[in-house]
């Protein structure tokens, strides 16, 4: 693995650099703690891979579907972290996540309610991959 496979995808950098996981409830979450791109698809590019949390008492949540699911998560002002924990608010967009999430992804928007059920659609096969390997 190289240097250049170890870095973030710029989008993610950039959204970072926003600091929503500073501002906002439920965005408390830090994305070098417990989540990751799940490689799932071989030859696959990172931002194609799912974004996966594993808690250390075997909490398994799929995050967002891929890289851009994940800024429109966040451009509908859902953090990471209320993925895991359940969403018990009524969430806003924010402007710059919304711009920067268009820019991305190339499209106006993406509803919330298929975000989610996008990356839950992912979460049979993760747990099954987690229970193949810890017996």
Same mark, same amino acid.
């Given at each position: +693995?190289?240097?250049?496979?170890? +870095?973030?995808?710029? =989008?993610?950098? *950039?959204?970072?650099?926003?600091? !929503? &996981?500073?501002?906002? /409830?439920?965005? /408390? &979450? @830090?994305?070098? *703690?417990?989540?990751? &791109? ?10 194609? @891979? %799912?974004?996966? !949390? ?13 890289? /851009? ?10 953090? %990471?972290?209320? +993925? ?7 969430? *806003? @967009? ?27 659609? *992912?979460?049979? =096969? ?10």
């Amino acid at each position: +693995m190289t240097d250049e496979d170890r +870095m973030l995808p710029a =989008a993610l950098e *950039e959204a970072h650099e926003l600091g !929503f &996981f500073e501002d906002h /409830d439920g965005h /408390d &979450f @830090q994305p070098d *703690e417990s989540a990751a &791109f799940w490689a799932r698809a071989s030859g696959g590019t990172i931002e194609t @891979q %799912p974004i996966v !949390f594993l808690g250390s008492e075997g909490a398994l949540c799929v995050i967002a579907r891929n890289l /851009d699911d994940y800024l429109w998560l966040l451009a509908n002002g859902v953090g %990471p972290l209320e +993925m895991v924990d359940g969403l018990h608010r009524v969430p *806003e @967009q924010i402007p710059a996540l919304v711009a920067l999430a268009r820019r991305h992804t190339g499209t106006s928007s993406r509803p919330l309610g298929a975000v989610i059920s996008a990356a839950e659609a *992912e979460l049979p =096969a993760l747990t099954a991959l987690i229970e193949s390997v810890t017996g």
